[in-house]
């Protein structure tokens, strides 16, 4: 007779400190999903977004290259985004510093000005995220900003 231990399933956590609407935790080498809260529905991208944007941009210029702010990229950004960086057309900041200010200060004008800087116009830089995204294929899936703005026609 082979006795082998058995083990009960850990008790997962009812109180998970997660104020999200969804989320998800997937284990990076097997897949399995390990947490996941409202993963059938879908959500706006909102700032998830910036960090695909961050990725093309690391992977196409310097952090020491210098990126101008144009009048479009200060302005044309999402009604009650706000410019918490307080930057203004003509302002020039390194790749490093715009990155810096998108990701933590969520400032959409940096995202612009990046995208700009990067992909010759926004369009441009929309069209080298969607090969880069790891599930441009996803239904439903769109990289129509560099920002993640609210864009109904996503889905």
Known sequence: MCLFPAYAAPEWPNDTGVLAEGGIVI??????????????????????????????????????????????????????SGNKVGLEEGDVLSVEDCLYAMLLMSSNQAANALAEHVGGSRQGFVDMMTPASPRSDAPGASSETRRGSTIRSRW
Do not use: W
């Open 27 to 80: 284990d990076a080498d097997s897949g399995a999903m390990l947490f996941g809260q409202n993963v059938r529905l879908q959500y706006y991208p909102a700032s998830i977004t910036k960090l695909l944007t961050a990725l093309v941009v690391l992977e196409n210029a310097s952090l020491d290259e210098q990126v101008n702010f144009s009048y479009e990229a200060v302005y044309d950004v999402e009604e009650g």
